[in-house]
């Protein structure tokens, strides 16, 4: 069983009610303990560009009748589509080799069993789309959610996973030329809604052939609007909250974490909030620690009249961005796209879509100076 998290150190945000503490103090996540992990390798200096992707694909909330919703997130959903494992997942996998990508974040690919959905398993969602990749040469980065328990309270992650990484295997890897597993690990995130907790995935990857090496932080942040109250009871600021999950993040991977602070960083995935207010956003969070948005520095863009989510409407809204990836400033980032899950017009959702996300990706020039 893993070893309990230690809680990632809060951010002080006004309006936020949060445990405080002092950068690096106590609150610091031990990252990759117990993994065999080594130190930062001399060939995180060389250079090396990578198609990055985020795609929330939907596996858990995107479901085709309102009973399915019911019995696996314990209400109705919103978008109904496909079952997941026939072929919807073989789809969004498809969708991801199209598109050429050597890494990709994925979100929502199943939740952990929770005391009311005692027959749901992540597992049922992650295995269909790996399996898919798999035939696509696409292999899954370590996410190491078996065990995991809450840094202080101890109770173990029943919801909040989801969040894989893939990359293409003839390129990349996540273990080093020995075959050792890169730094990789969980951090939790307190002041997300899921009353058993959220966590953020990432990895240290590996190109092949000139050994240069690079993080990929999968992501997804809270959803809830201001003012909503959760689970738990609690009401806040939930842009506040994606501020303060944000930037303790990228602290802890750019600035504590003696595995990832050297290294180039892309930070990936569904943010949940397209506006840049000052400490109320994860664009501001992360422009607070010297990252950009590569949408914003790409040398050209491709699908930018669509918003990220789709919400399973036909046509297409067109807009805002609430799926980010966000590099160092400086960074060479030759393209930005976002491919479209439809362009017709009119037609059932269940036919026409994938997800209730469209899938955006950046073709990036990572270096040692990038992070």
Same mark, same amino acid.
Do not use: C
């Given at each position: 069983m893993r070893p309990r998290l230690r809680a990632i150190s809060p951010v002080v945000v006004p309006g936020v009610a949060i445990a405080l503490a002092l950068l690096g103090g106590p609150g610091a996540v031990a990252a990759g303990q117990g993994q065999g992990h080594e130190a930062p390798h001399a060939a995180s200096a060389r250079t090396v560009e990578v198609r990055v992707g985020t795609y929330n694909v939907c596996g858990h909330g995107c479901l085709p009748t309102k009973e399915e919703c019911e019995r696996v997130i314990g209400r109705d959903c919103a978008t109904?589509?496909?079952?997941?494992?026939? #072929?919807?997942?073989?789809?969004? =996998?498809?969708?991801?080799?199209?598109?050429?990508?050597?890494?990709?974040?994925?979100?929502?690919?199943?939740?952990? @069993?929770?005391?009311?959905?005692?027959?749901?398993?992540?597992?049922?969602?992650?295995?269909?789309?790996?399996? @898919?990749?798999?035939?696509? #040469?696409?292999?899954? =980065?370590?996410?190491?959610?078996? /065990?995991?328990?809450?840094p202080e309270k101890g109770y173990p992650l029943k919801s909040g996973a989801g969040r894989f990484t893939y990359y293409d295997a003839e390129r990349y890897s996540h273990l080093d030329k020995r075959g050792r597993e890169l730094p990789h690990d969980l951090l939790w995130l307190p002041d997300s809604?899921?009353?058993?907790?959220?966590?953020?995935?990432?990895?240290?990857?590996?190109?092949?052939?000139?050994?240069?090496?690079?993080?990929? +932080?999968?992501?997804?942040?809270?959803?809830?609007?201001?003012?909503a109250t959760d689970p738990n009871g609690w009401t806040k600021n939930?842009?506040? +909250?994606?501020?303060?999950?944000?930037?303790?993040?990228?602290?802890?991977?750019?600035?504590?974490?003696?595995?990832?602070?050297?290294?180039?960083?892309?930070?990936?995935?569904?943010?949940?909030?397209?506006?840049?207010?000052?400490?109320?956003?994860?664009?501001?969070?992360?422009?607070?620690?010297?990252?950009?948005?590569?949408?914003?520095?790409?040398?050209?863009?491709? #699908?930018?009249?669509?918003?990220?989510?789709? #919400?399973?409407?036909?046509?297409?809204?067109? /807009?805002?961005?609430?799926?980010?990836?966000?590099?160092?400033?400086?960074?060479?980032?030759?393209?930005? +796209?976002q491919i479209p899950q439809t362009t017709e017009t009119e037609g059932p959702q269940a036919e026409l879509l994938r997800s209730d996300h469209n899938l955006s990706y950046a073709t990036v020039r990572l270096m040692k100076g990038n992070r």
């Open positions: 109904k589509l496909r079952p997941w494992a026939e #072929g919807r997942a073989a789809d969004v =996998a498809q969708d991801i080799d199209e598109a050429g990508l050597g890494v990709v974040a994925t979100q929502e690919i199943g939740n952990n @069993a929770t005391p009311t959905q005692t027959g749901v398993d992540v597992e049922s969602f992650r295995v269909p789309l790996t399996a @898919a990749l798999k035939e696509h #040469g696409y292999a899954e =980065a370590p996410a190491d959610y078996a /065990g995991t328990r809450h809604t899921e009353i058993y907790g959220k966590t953020m995935t990432w990895n240290v990857l590996r190109e092949k052939k000139s050994g240069a090496r690079f993080v990929v +932080v999968d992501m997804h942040l809270e959803y809830r609007k201001n003012g939930w842009d506040e +909250v994606r501020y303060a999950d944000a930037r303790r993040t990228a602290e802890e991977l750019t600035l504590r974490n003696r595995h990832t602070r050297n290294l180039p960083v892309v930070f990936a995935g569904d943010m949940n909030s397209g506006n840049d207010a000052e400490g109320a956003s994860a664009i501001d969070a992360f422009g607070d620690l010297g990252y950009v948005s590569s949408h914003d520095i790409a040398e050209r863009r491709t #699908g930018d009249e669509y918003a990220s989510f789709n #919400g399973g409407k036909i046509p297409l809204p067109l /807009g805002e961005k609430i799926d980010h990836l966000f590099v160092g400033k400086g960074t060479e980032v030759s393209e930005w +796209v």
